[in-house]
């Protein structure tokens, strides 16, 4: 029995001699002997039940019971019970893309909503409807400032995260674009480096705030530089961060891009996420993906349509901004709902949690004998500090003792194997945090 | 209906967040800080559930709505899989654990499922190896395009062409394009199937792949297709399987045995995943033995005694795809739903999807021309063109079926038959809602007739009458805090 299939076999019979032949498989008939399958040796199909308690055994199998200190631009922030609530009403997450806007207002006027969201978040002028996520999204912003400047040289500063970095890497191998790294100095952008690197063939600049190992920074500066060559400066940002910090509009910077799981997003173990993009108006054009715009109908009411649909693959083909087509709609609901659920005011005091809480556990931190913070650059919920031994064996050690210590630099770069990269958010308690600074330092003493 | 901000009411909050129990870090230099505030609504959080339950309410769904949009495969999702995907183990998992020194031990149960779902989906499609970092059709078939560049970069061919059919979906062109080819196009025969003679006038050794979606874009299985990978091959070129209509054809043929190299399966349409409003999807690819090398990394691989690993070390692959492992909460959902229909119901799956829409195509086939008139598979192409003669088109029919409560079939697509009206009903659809639909059809044709003039004014039903999309595009107001950009 299929609970997903209503024929019964009356039905099929009466569908069949509607159609004139005697069984299903003369349905098939094009698909001839030659065609079948080699093997189609699947298991046997099993009840709900079963499913469910298979999977549920395998969700065990995970250690989600450690004290995650873990972050690297994806976050333990808790999710309000009212955003999973309304982002599992079928009318949201059974409904298709928006391409009849009568039938679709409550996925359009959600998404212009995040949109304009996003915009007033990053202090940019327009913003599409989401794209996949933080890194594909910055790849995106990149191809973005080629087309609108014509030139292919990228200047990457070093305080971009190495995931991302990876992903660009992999997409651009047969494309012949130009990269040059700026690496960072005292924790945050160098200055002086990216002036030299700058020239009148670079088509961006990509910067990070905060960056990957946590500092902040006021890019101001860089992007009157880069514009004094024609160039572009993208910014990937940390939405919540953004409830205190400079913003990219701000800063004078071209586009901003992002991770969103933060906004309300479980974890997932890495996906789905949600990446967004906002820029100026006067490149709305060259931006990718869907975009929600504001219309009327014929009774002259408010109402919002899918627009700018001639930038897009199922109307351009090969000529298009980009091959994307689904985005996370849903993804991008649910944020909008985290906003507005956490407000003008909830969004500050969420950045002040996070950034006091961080804070707190920096200064316990570095009383510990032989851990250091090496840089004074400020940081906002994740910091990097320097360990006397080897961060992986730390890590090795706490997890056991209950924390998710951190994520250790070594994994992306050479030379930094007692570097660990700590994040703090709003969930960590006061008593948490002892804990796991007394621990730490009973871990370093052992290990040393 | 109001938006969120303009329902904003200085100082509501909906959401509690914990009291501090740590001392203030003291302010932040100014130069670091935003100067205004982000103008986020303020809202109870009744009146935020209330907003969004409302807006939900403007929607049409699957769960409320029979959704035939051919080649989207609007099919149910099922409930228990949501379930699935928000078990806490699950759901509340950070991606980067497994990257820590012997941190796959933290998550063997998701490394599992990885695993399993390639696999599945490999013996599915007749694959040698998946990845599922894809995050959505086109973003399969870039990867899938990026692996074809891999392998000819590898054998120092000399390639820059990737031929596609008119009738191929727009993400099909624009994919290759990303990835640096340029498209030759192959029209269609009469039949509706590519045109064979065009394909070897085309031929050369800079072909690298070809892409095709099989059956193609009029539902129709083209049982040349072997003949066709043939020719591809004599060119040392690579076929590619857009996965959108694989809901055809579960268990009766593979992409693998028909000779497709790379193929890319969409586990928002065939495997029961939701759309979601447009979006999280999933497209993971399948590769045979001459592409395995080049896929994405990471891998999971499993040991003799059954642990699960990432293996990051592929001194061919292309890299990294996305910043993790696919979306997980999506993966999760499919292989929940193999499991539970195992190799005979999916293949249950295709021919009840083919049942149903051969039954809208004969029962729809008097009143509406057929381009191809011929057996279909999974979906079915009539055009409006009989209706445009009485000043009816194929969007006034769409107009007239949302009206009625039914979203309708897409159309203008394929963009190579004229008033396209593609019709996908799926299997989850019973033979009393096809009847209904069959009804609305044959009414909306008995208006052409009657009343053409009418149709001008549908929908009046629903919360919007006809949108002004010029005007959106020319007046173009995106964000509700600027004026008009």
Redesign the interface.
């Known amino acids: 029995m ?6 019964t076999p009356d ?2 019979r ?3 001699d ?4 005697k069984s ?1 498989d ?7 002997p ?15 039940f079963e ?2 308690s ?11 019971g ?1 004290v ?1 200190f ?1 972050g ?3 976050y ?1 922030h808790y999710v ?1 019970a ?1 955003c ?3 982002i ?11 391409y ?8 359009l ?2 998404l ?2 995040f ?3 996003m ?3 990053t ?1 940019m ?3 599409n ?2 794209l ?5 999204a910055l790849y995106e912003a990149m191809m973005m400032a080629i087309r609108i400047t014509g030139r292919t040289r990228i200047v990457m500063d070093g305080g971009v995260s190495p ?2 970095r ?2 660009i ?3 651009t ?3 012949h674009f130009e990269f040059v790294e700026a690496p960072l100095l005292h924790g945050q952008s160098d200055r002086a480096l990216l002036k030299k690197l700058v020239d009148d063939k670079t088509a961006a600049v990509i910067l990070q705030n905060p960056n990957f190992f946590g500092a ?3 890019h101001t500066d860089i992007v009157t530089t880069a514009h004094a060559s024609g160039a572009l400066v993208i910014e990937s940002v940390y939405p919540v961060s ?6 990219p509009g ?1 800063m004078g910077v071209d586009i901003a891009t992002g ?1 969103g799981q933060s906004l309300g997003l ?8 949600l990446g967004f993009i906002t820029t100026r ?1 006067k490149f ?1 054009r060259q931006m990718p993906g ?10 002259g ?1 408010r ?3 899918n ?2 649909q ?1 930038r ?9 901004t ?10 991008a ?1 649910q944020a ?2 985290f ?12 950045a ?2 996070n ?3 961080a ?2 556990l920096k200064a316990q931190l570095v009383k510990i004998p032989g851990v250091q913070v090496k840089t004074s650059a ?1 940081t906002f919920n994740e910091f990097t500090v320097c360990l006397p031994v080897n961060a ?2 730390v ?2 050690r706490m ?1 056991h003792l209950g924390f ?1 210590a951190g ?2 630099l070594g ?1 992306y770069y050479d030379g930094l194997d007692k570097y660990l990269l700590v994040a703090v958010t ?1 969930k960590r ?2 008593d948490e ?1 002892l804990a796991y600074a007394e621990v730490l330092g009973r871990v370093v003493k052992e290990l040393q | ?1 109001k ?3 303009e329902k ?1 009411v200085k ?5 509690k ?2 009291d ?6 003291g302010a ?2 100014e ?5 205004t ?7 109870s ?1 009744l009146d ?2 209330r ?3 409302q ?11 029979f ?1 035939p ?1 051919g080649s ?1 495969t ?5 409930k ?1 899989t ?3 995907a ?12 497994p ?4 941190g796959e ?6 490394l ?2 990885l695993y399993e779902s390639e696999r ?1 989906l490999s ?2 499609t ?1 694959m040698k190896a998946f990845t599922m970092q894809p ?5 399969g ?2 990867t899938g395009i ?1 692996l074809m ?2 392998y000819h ?1 590898a054998k120092g061919n000399k390639k820059k062409i990737v031929i596609i059919p008119d009738s191929a ?3 099909n ?8 080819y340029e ?1 030759v196009t192959i029209p269609s025969d009469k039949k509706g199937g590519m045109d064979i003679e065009k394909l070897k006038s085309v031929l050369s050794d800079e072909v690298a792949g070809l892409m095709v979606t099989s059956p193609d874009t009029y539902g ?4 040349q ?2 003949e066709i990978a043939r020719l591809i091959h004599s060119v040392d070129g690579i076929m590619y399987y857009d996965g959108a209509n694989l809901n055809a ?1 579960l ?4 992409p693998g ?2 000779g497709f190299d790379v193929v890319h399966v969409n586990l ?1 349409k065939t495997f ?1 995943t ?8 999933s497209g993971p690819v399948g590769v045979g033995e001459k592409l395995e090398k080049f896929l ?1 990394v990471s891998r999971v691989t499993k040991d003799a005694l059954g642990v699960y690993a990432l293996n990051y070390d592929g001194p061919d692959s ?13 993966i ?1 959902k499919a ?2 739903y ?12 295709s ?2 999807a ?3 829409a ?2 809208l ?3 729809l086939k008097g009143a509406y021309y057929l381009p191809f008139d011929r ?1 279909c ?1 999974h979906e079915c192409l009539f055009s409006a063109s009989r209706q445009a003669e009485r000043g009816v088109h194929a969007i006034d029919i ?2 007239f079926l ?1 009206d009625k409560k039914v ?2 079939p897409t159309v203008y ?1 394929p963009l190579t038959v004229k008033e396209a009206i593609m019709i996908e009903p799926t ?5 009393e ?1 096809l009847d209904v639909f069959v009804e609305l059809m044959l009414e909306a044709d008995e208006l052409t007739r009657k009343d053409p003039g009418a149709f001008k004014s549908f ?1 009046t039903t ?8 010029t ?3 020319r ?8 004026s008009n ?1």
Request: one cysteine or more; aromatic letters at 10%.
């Open positions: 299929n609970p997903f299939i209503a024929n039905d099929t009466a569908m069949l509607a159609i004139g032949v299903i003369e349905l098939f008939a094009d698909i001839q030659r065609h079948a399958p080699r093997s189609f040796d699947l298991p046997k199909g099993l009840s709900e499913v469910t298979k999977l549920n055994t395998l969700a065990l199998k995970n250690s989600v450690p995650p873990i690297g631009g994806y333990d309000p009212a999973g609530a309304l599992s009403r079928g009318e949201f997450y059974t409904a298709y893309t928006p009849q806007p009568e039938a679709a207002q409550g996925t006027q959600s212009f909503e949109q304009s969201a915009c007033t978040l202090g002028d327009v913003s409807a989401s996949y996520e933080g890194g594909t995931i991302y990876k992903l890497k992999s997409y191998h047969n494309l902040i920074d006021d953004l409830g205190m910090l400079k913003t701000e991770e479980p974890l997932n173990f890495g996906g789905p996420y108006k709305i869907r975009i929600v715009g504001e219309t009327v109908d014929s009774a009411n109402c919002f349509v627009t700018l001639a897009e693959q199922h109307i351009r083909r090969e000529k298009a980009s091959n994307v087509c689904t985005n996370v709609a849903l993804c609901i909008v709902i906003m507005t659920l956490i407000g003008k005011q909830g969004l500050k005091k969420l002040r949690l950034y006091d809480k804070e707190f400020p992986n064996d890590i090795e997890m998710a994520f250790p994994r709003e308690t006061k945090m | 209906m938006l969120v901000f904003s100082d509501r909050q909906g959401f967040l914990p501090t129990d740590v001392p203030s870090a932040l230099k130069t670091y800080l935003r100067k505030d982000a103008a986020l609504p303020e809202m959080e935020v559930v907003h969004f339950t807006l939900s309410q403007r929607n049409f769904s699957v769960d409320a709505n959704y949009l989207c609007m099919k149910y999702n099922p228990f949501e379930k699935v928000a078990m806490p183990g699950f759901a509340d998992l950070h991606p980067l654990l990257q820590l020194k012997g031990r933290y998550a063997q149960g998701a599992e499922v599945w013996m599915i007749g995050l959505a059709g086109a973003h078939e870039l990026m560049a891999a970069k979906h727009g993400t062109p624009a994919s290759a394009a990303v990835a640096g498209i129709v299985f083209n049982p297709i072997d054809i268990g009766r043929a593979r045995d028909l928002h029961a939701p759309h979601g409003g447009g979006g999280p999807g994405p292309i890299g990294y795809i996305a910043s993790f492992y696919g979306a997980f909460g999506v999760l292989y929940a193999m499991l539970l229909l195992g190799g005979d119901g999916l293949k249950e799956t021919a009840h083919v049942l149903n051969n039954y195509l004969s029962r057996v598979m769409a107009k949302i979203h309708p697509f299997e989850t659809e019973s033979k809602t929908p629903m919360p919007i009458f006809r949108p002004d999309e005007k959106a595009a007046e173009l107001k995106v964000n509700y805090f600027a950009a």
